[in-house]
Every structure is written in structure tokens, then in C-alpha cells.
T-cell receptor, first 112, second 112 residues
């Protein structure tokens, strides 16, 4: 079955870049996502990438996809204290009802 | 624009009591609807999904049930709560291709 793995915790200093990594197992994945969850809130879709892309940039966010290694990363440039949250990697595949498989989430702590 | 509502925001219920959590979506038609549970601030577990009125699929056997009486209304219920039902319950919707999901603010359920 599908599986998405992430490290649990990342700590960075304000102004540095953050890199959150994710690996997945389903080779038929067609879309990969990054969601952000602030304390006590629902998940917010940050960005997504199609499986036929290698990179996607959106302001401070850069998503890199290595399809051969099934590895996805999210880079946040100039990390701010407001970026402190849990970041979820997720995947889905075409067909069916768009079931999304989420990772366990990486807690990003930004130190002022 | 689309919005998603969940209520109540927090709930404390004794073991053995019934449960009803409601989710409604505005600004879209025929969305796919989802109920997730998030325990201990981590990992999302898909509980139910629905692709249309009266169409409910269960992902995990449990003492919870879901119903979709209207196109944009999704209800999570239980006849008798267990301690293990405590958690953060998230409703989400999606529509069209890509599978991007949009989450409600969540309901924090504590079973005592």
C-alpha cells in the first residue's frame, strides 16, 4: 500500500533556509503536496507538484521532486517565526476518488 | 469563494455518550467530502469519504459512522463514545482533478 514518511522534527534559526524531506513508496503517485498546520488549526494547502515535474518555485517555497528515488522536499527560504508549524507531505494518484495519503508531519521550530 | 465550516470547535463528552459533528461547505457543488482524525497533534487518519449524497465509504472499522444528507453537508456520529475516540477531527473537501483538499478548522473532542 501507499506510505509516506517524514522526519518528526526540524529546528532552524530565523533567516536561515529550512529543508523538510519526505519519501513515498507509491510509484503511481501523480500529485504530491505540502500542507501546513498551525497549532489548533486545520491544514492549509501550501503547494503541490505534478509527478512529471522536477521543481516548482512559489515565492519563498521551492519544491524538489526526485521521482527515481521517490523523494520530495520543501525548502523555505528566509525562514520566519511565522513559519513554525507542522508540515505534511501527501500524495495522491489518478483514478478513484482522489484519496490522499499523508505523512505523519514534520514539526518545524524557528528560533528567533 | 469556497468556505468550510465545522462545529463545534471543542467538545468534552463522557464515555458512552453519543456524538454528532457537523461539516458544511459553501461555494461549491458536488464536492468530495472527507473526515479525518488526528491524534496527539500528528498523523492524519482518514475515517470516511463521500463522493455524493448518501454515498459513504469507510476506511477504518470503528464505532463511528458518517452521513451525507445534503450535497454540502457531512456528519460524523457515534452512538457510544470510547476514550480512544478523543482527538482532533478534521473535515475536508475536494473537487475536480488534482486532489487538492481544503480543510475545515477542526473539532477538538475529549472523551472523559
Amino acid at each position: 500500500g501507499e506510505d509516506v514518511e517524514q522526519s518528526l522534527f526540524l529546528s532552524v534559526r530565523e533567516g536561515d533556509s529550512s529543508v523538510i524531506n519526505c519519501t513515498y513508496t507509491d510509484s503511481s503517485s501523480t500529485y504530491l503536496y505540502w500542507y501546513k498546520q498551525e497549532p489548533g488549526a486545520g491544514l492549509q494547502l501550501l503547494t503541490y507538484i505534478f509527478s512529471n515535474m522536477d521543481m516548482k518555485q512559489d515565492q519563498r517555497l521551492t519544491v524538489l521532486l526526485n521521482k527515481k528515488d521517490k523523494h520530495l522536499s520543501l525548502r523555505i527560504a528566509d525562514t520566519q517565526t511565522g513559519d513554525s508549524a507542522i508540515y505534511f507531505c501527501a500524495e495522491t494518484y489518478s483514478g478513484g476518488y482522489q484519496k490522499v495519503t499523508f505523512g505523519i508531519g514534520t514539526k518545524l521550530q524557528v528560533i528567533p | 469563494s469556497q468556505t468550510i465550516h465545522q462545529w463545534p470547535a471543542t467538545l468534552v463528552q463522557p464515555v458512552g455518550s453519543p456524538l454528532s459533528l457537523e461539516c458544511t461547505v459553501e461555494g461549491t457543488s458536488n464536492p468530495n467530502l472527507y473526515w479525518y482524525r488526528q491524534a496527539a497533534g500528528r498523523g492524519l487518519q482518514l475515517l470516511f469519504y463521500s463522493v455524493g449524497i448518501g454515498q459513504i465509504s469507510s476506511e477504518v472499522p470503528q464505532n463511528l459512522s458518517a452521513s451525507r444528507p445534503q450535497d454540502r453537508q457531512f456528519i460524523l456520529s457515534s452512538k457510544k463514545l470510547l476514550l480512544s475516540d478523543s482527538g482532533f477531527y478534521l473535515c475536508a473537501w475536494s473537487v475536480g482533478g488534482g486532489g487538492e483538499q481544503y480543510f475545515g478548522p477542526g473539532t477538538r473532542l475529549t472523551v472523559t
